[in-house]
C-alpha cells in the first residue's frame, strides 16, 4: 500500500475500535474511493468466509455500482459479472458447508 500498488480496505470483527467490523461495511464507507479505483481498471481480490462475507461483499458492490450510475440492481448483478468475466474479481473463499 505505501507503494502505491495496492489500497487495502480493512475490517476487523473482534476489533471493538477499528471502524469497521465488516468487510462489506469497509466498502460501501469507502465506496467514492472503491468506485474510482475500479473506473481506473483497479481489481478485487476477497479471501474469508464463502458463506456469509463474500455473498455480503458481492452485493455491495452491486450495490455501490447502483449507487454510483444509478442503475438497477439487475444492470449492477451484469456490472459484476463482467468484473468477474474480465478477470477483475477474484475470490479465494471457503466455509461454503453446512
Not at 462475507?53 to 449492477?76: K, N, S, W, Y
Amino acid at each position: 500500500q505505501a507503494d502505491g500498488i495496492v489500497d487495502l480496505h480493512l475490517a476487523f470483527s473482534a476489533v471493538e475500535t477499528h471502524p469497521w467490523r465488516f468487510v462489506q461495511d469497509a466498502l460501501f464507507a469507502q465506496q467514492e474511493a472503491v468506485w474510482r479505483a475500479l473506473q481506473a481498471g483497479a481489481s478485487i481480490y476477497l479471501c474469508g468466509d464463502g458463506k456469509f462475507m463474500a455473498p455480503a461483499v458481492r452485493d455491495t458492490l452491486i450495490r455501490i455500482q447502483m449507487q454510483q450510475v444509478g442503475d438497477e440492481h439487475a444492470q449492477g448483478s451484469a456490472w459484476l459479472e463482467r468484473m468477474i468475466a474480465d478477470g477483475r474479481f477474484h475470490q479465494d473463499v471457503f466455509g461454503f458447508g453446512k
